[in-house]
């Protein structure tokens, strides 16, 4: 059974900085991994997907990085911004029925 | 383009009721999947329908039953609701249940259960 870890749970820091998010997972036979973002009381908004021959995807300020082997991914945000601050899931897509399996979430806040 | 649309976004229920909601998924998608969200829980996936027929199922008891009809709207019912289910509902579309597609995901239903 797939399992993924996202490591910090909450992470808090000031505008400006550089962060890196992690994602780990139990079962490397996947397919891709998709980043969310989801705002409070809101639906999730996709952010970057990550094909399993893929090592990395880029777009604007952010970096999706993918070791299927190590089972582990990392979204690093660059010049961090106030309205960065949400919550960021990471998704893998595996199994014979092509399921997405869930992290439960880094809650960032970036403080001005 | 619209995205995806969820109705009723917010709504009350009394143990024992039932409830539905509703889902249009991207216009041109076929693939509808539906999500539990809880704080305790994280995301659960309830099930995933594709050209009106149901491909996965999550771990939920039967109380929990969805369709997506030939226009590839989709609904779920859960009857009998327990406090339990006061959740955020979420669901999301995709071009079809190919590894390589983007999912993208509605604002949500907030049931509440009292």
């Known amino acids: 059974k797939q399992e993924v870890t996202q490591i910090p749970a909450a992470l808090s820091v000031p505008e400006g900085e550089n962060l890196v998010l992690n994602c780990s997972f139990t079962?490397?036979?996947?397919?891709?991994l998709q980043w969310f973002r989801q705002d409070p009381g809101k639906g999730l908004t996709s952010l970057l997907l990550?094909?399993?021959?893929?090592r990395e995807q880029t777009s604007g300020r952010l970096n999706a990085s993918l070791d299927k082997s190590s089972g582990r991914s990392t979204l690093y945000i660059a010049a961090s911004q106030p309205g960065d601050s949400a919550t960021y899931l990471c998704?893998?897509?595996?199994?014979?029925?092509?399921?997405?399996?869930f992290g439960k979430g880094t809650l960032l806040t970036v403080n001005p | 383009k619209a995205g995806v649309t969820q109705t009723p976004r917010y709504l009350i229920k009394t143990r024992g009721q039932q409830v539905t909601l509703s889902c249009s998924p991207i216009?041109?998608?076929?693939?509808v999947s539906w999500y539990q969200q809880t704080p305790g829980q994280g995301l659960q996936f309830l099930f995933e329908?594709?050209?009106?027929?149901?491909?996965n199922k999550g771990n939920f008891p039967g109380r929990f039953s969805g369709r997506q009809f030939s226009n590839s709207r989709s609904e779920m019912n859960v009857s009998t609701l327990e406090l339990g289910d006061s959740a955020l509902y979420l669901c999301?579309?995709?071009?079809?249940?190919?590894?390589?597609?983007?999912?993208?995901f509605g604002e949500g239903s907030w049931l509440t259960v009292v």
């Open positions: 999301a579309s995709s071009l079809g249940p190919n590894s390589g597609n983007t999912i993208y």
């Open positions: 079962d490397s036979a996947i397919y891709n």
């Open positions: 990550i094909q399993s021959s893929q």
């Open positions: 998704a893998v897509r595996g199994g014979s029925n092509y399921k997405l399996t």
């Open positions: 216009s041109g998608h076929r693939s």
């Open positions: 329908y594709f050209s009106e027929t149901q491909r």
